[in-house]
Each structure stands twice: as C-alpha cells, then as structure tokens.
C-alpha cells in the first residue's frame, strides 16, 4: 500500500513571495505519476501539476514547479510570485501506473494563506 | 457539459435515512472515481468504474454503501440507514484514460461534492 505525508498543515507567505509545500510517500512501485491538486475554499478540486516517475526532469507550469527526489521518495511544491488567489489547501498524490484502478492516495493536505 | 457535476450540493438526514448521491462525469470519460473527505483530511478512495463495470470496490467502508454505473455514465452513490460517522463530503472525479501526443491522459477531474451531513 502505498502513503503520502505532508508534515505542514498550514503555512502562510507575503504575496509575490516564493513558498515550497513538502511531501513524502512510501512505495514499492516503480512506475507511477504523482499530483499536486488545489483545492478553493469552494472545494472543487483542482489539478496544479503532475510529474511522471520515469521522468528525471522536473515539472513545471507557469509559477508552479516541482522538486521530485525519486530515492528519497520527496515531492515538493513550489509557487513563484505568490498571489492572493493561490490561497486554498494543496493536496499531493500517488497513483500507480496501472491499466486497471488508477486511484489516488492523498496526504492530508497543508492549508496556504496567500497575505496581501 | 463542460466538468463534473453533483448533486445535491448539500444533503442533511436523520439517522437510518437511506441517501442517494449522483454525479455526472465529462462526457466521454471512462473512469469514474468517488473519494470520501472527512473534514479536515484529505481524500479517501471508495469505489472505482470502468465504464458500467465496477472494479474496485475496496474503499467502501461497510456493506450499507453502494455505487453504481448502469450505461455508463451517470453514476450514483447510495448509503442505507446512514449514521453520524458517514459525515464528509463525497466526490466525484473522472478521467480519460487515453493515450494522445504520446503521453497517458489520466489526471481526474473533480466535482464540486455533496457535502452530507448526518444528524
């Protein structure tokens, strides 16, 4: 079975500052795609960026990068140039690569207020 | 339409009211996934569709849970005599799986929730 930790429940920046979320997971997989979602205090779940195990390079879109460290199993958020709308909860996930249940296994997410 | 859409947004019941939950996934998309987030945590997988074929079911957390896909498409989430613990909000998620550009599509798509709360 496969885990996701995110060890900050909330943290808090300036806006136009440069914030990193952790996240770590456990697994015996070798292939599978790992997810970073945003999640409004409207609740709709939102997809931030996504990084492909098999990929060495790192993710990125826009103000939103990843740092993924396969062998320490590490999978870190960043935002450039914060802003107020990236204020919500950030959920990291696992899926594994598969041709059946691609499910999600979630951490339990870190809160991020964007400060004007 | 253009997302996934659920409804009801918010449902209250007494307890041992039986409830039916529906979601309505991007037209097209094969998977279809319902996740259980209880406040303040992240989501919990429940139950998984192919099409109208349910394969994984192992997320469902007792027997008064169940969920169905009859063509498809539209699927819905029933919980039979409901207790306090079934208190979260229930999402719907959907995705592709296709293969286009030489990359997987299978990010899931998420609906906004029904958020249920058992009195």
């Known amino acids: 079975a496969q885990t996701v930790t995110q060890s900050q429940p909330e943290m808090s920046v300036q806006e136009a500052e440069t914030v990193t979320l952790s996240c770590t997971y456990d697994?015996?997989?070798?292939?599978?795609?790992l997810f970073w979602y945003k999640q409004p205090p409207s609740r709709q779940m939102i997809l931030v960026i996504r990084?492909?195990?098999?990929?060495?390079q790192n993710a990125t879109e826009n103000r939103f990068s990843v740092n993924f460290q396969k062998a320490a199993k590490s999978f870190s958020l960043k935002i450039s140039d914060s802003q107020l709308g990236d204020t919500a909860m950030y959920f990291c996930?696992?899926?594994?690569?598969?041709?059946?249940?691609?499910?999600?296994?979630f951490g339990t997410g870190t809160r991020l207020t964007i400060i004007p | 339409g253009a997302g996934v859409s659920q409804s009801p947004r918010y449902k209250v019941a007494k307890r041992g009211q039986d409830v039916a939950l529906r979601c309505d996934p991007i037209?097209?998309?094969?998977?279809l996934f319902w996740y259980q987030q209880a406040l303040g945590q992240g989501p919990e997988f429940l139950t998984y569709?192919?099409?109208?074929?349910?394969?994984?079911k192992s997320g469902l957390p007792s027997d008064r849970f169940f969920a169905e896909r009859p063509e498809g498409s539209v699927s819905t989430l029933k919980i039979q005599r409901t207790q306090q613990e079934d208190s979260a909000v229930y999402l719907c998620?959907?995705?592709?799986?296709?293969?286009?550009?030489?990359?997987?599509?299978?990010?899931?798509?998420f609906g906004p929730g029904t958020r249920l709360t058992v009195l």
């Open positions: 998620a959907s995705s592709s799986r296709r293969l286009a550009g030489g990359r997987v599509h299978n990010e899931q798509f």
């Open positions: 697994t015996s997989e070798n292939n599978y795609y």
């Open positions: 990084q492909e195990a098999y990929k060495q």
């Open positions: 996930a696992f899926m594994k690569r598969s041709f059946g249940n691609e499910k999600l296994t």
């Open positions: 037209s097209g998309h094969v998977s």
């Open positions: 569709f192919q099409n109208e074929a349910q394969l994984d």
